[in-house]
């Protein structure tokens, strides 16, 4: 799944020209800093950029570094254990806690608002490989399938605020091939929302009119950010109450990849051109923030 990335993160340089690659973006609702990958390690910045200090570093590869609610802990996937599990840091003691044990690789997803749940996505248990939804208890325990419907791929799930609904992107191959550059009917993806009942209901968002991953709840639990190509380029868009679509940012190219929003729905982060990039939702304004890194990863060069 990560193959293109790991040839890309092997040092803290990517190949082109020795410029470093930052990815998988996520603020902390604590204190403002950015944690970030790069050469396969997870970093630290200022929200405002500056430089950047290692925060979890091994010869695996480290990524999807998330935030628990209170900022006391930090969710992200090695692969120091196989093919890629979910790990838990306590930041203040160092404590860490491997919380899945799949041969496959789990797709960290998100935390639930009140931080007990970790969701994620994973294709061990569907056919051909698609992924299904779950969620584990951030204290450890057995995953809990929350949506899992054969022959469909269901991917990067976000709870909203009140627990209640799980908005998460289906069909198509997204979530294998994030890092295509490009509009193709293999990505073409829908958002579903699933509600909380007996039986729980599902209901579609938005629809198969081109690639639209990464939902994102602002704090409200009425609108939400999420990736789209249905312009033509990759941008970030809102889907207002009653179902109004906006596109918010206005890139005529590249990608905008593993985008995160902040719990206090002031901000989303980015990936873009190797970049870390910040959008401020009231403004609508994207910038790069500006990074130097400073530290030794534990990534051999090559």
């Known amino acids: 799944m990560r193959t ?72 992200f996937v090695s692969t120091r254990t196989g093919g890629g599990d979910i790990y838990i840091l306590t930041l203040a003691s160092g404590d860490l806690k491997r919380l899945t044990f ?21 294709g061990t248990n569907d056919v051909g490989g698609k992924n299904d939804l779950y969620r584990v208890s951030a204290e450890g325990g057995t995953p809990m399938a929350v949506s899992a419907d054969r022959f469909t791929n269901e991917f990067q799930a976000a709870p909203a605020p009140d627990g209640t609904t799980v908005a998460f992107a289906a069909r198509g191959n997204g979530d294998s091939q994030w890092w295509r550059h490009g509009h193709s009917h293999l990505d073409e993806s829908e958002i579903w929302l699933r509600k909380e009942g007996t039986p729980p209901t599902y209901e579609k968002i938005v629809d198969l009119n081109g690639r639209n991953a990464w939902p994102m709840w602002m704090p409200d639990g009425k609108s939400l950010y999420f990736m789209s190509d249905r312009s033509g380029a990759q941008n970030l868009w809102l889907l207002a109450p009653g179902g109004k679509m906006r596109q918010v940012t206005r890139f005529t190219g590249g990608r905008v990849l593993w985008p995160s929003i ?37 990534t051999p060069e090559i």
Not at 43 to 52: D, F, I, L, Q
Not at 281 to 290: D, L, W
Request: hydrophobic share 40%; charged share 20%.
């Open 102 to 122: 799949d041969d496959r690789m789990d797709q960290l997803d998100a935390w639930s608002r009140d931080g007990k749940w970790i969701y994620f996505s994973n």
């Open 4 to 75: 293109c990335l790991l040839l890309l993160s092997l040092s803290t340089s990517a190949f082109c020209a020795g410029v470093p690659y930052f990815s998988e973006p996520a603020l902390c609702p604590t204190r403002p800093e950015i944690a970030f990958v790069s050469g396969g390690d997870i970093w630290v910045v200022p929200s405002k950029g500056g430089e950047a200090h290692l925060l979890v570093s091994d010869p695996a590869e480290e990524s999807r570094p998330l935030y628990s609610p209170d900022g006391t802990r930090l969710a």
């Open 262 to 298: 902040g719990y206090d729905g002031k901000a989303v982060v980015f990936e873009r051109d190797f970049k870390i990039w910040q959008l401020d939702t009231k403004s609508g304004e994207a910038y790069a923030i500006p990074i130097n890194l400073v530290g030794s990863p534990a």
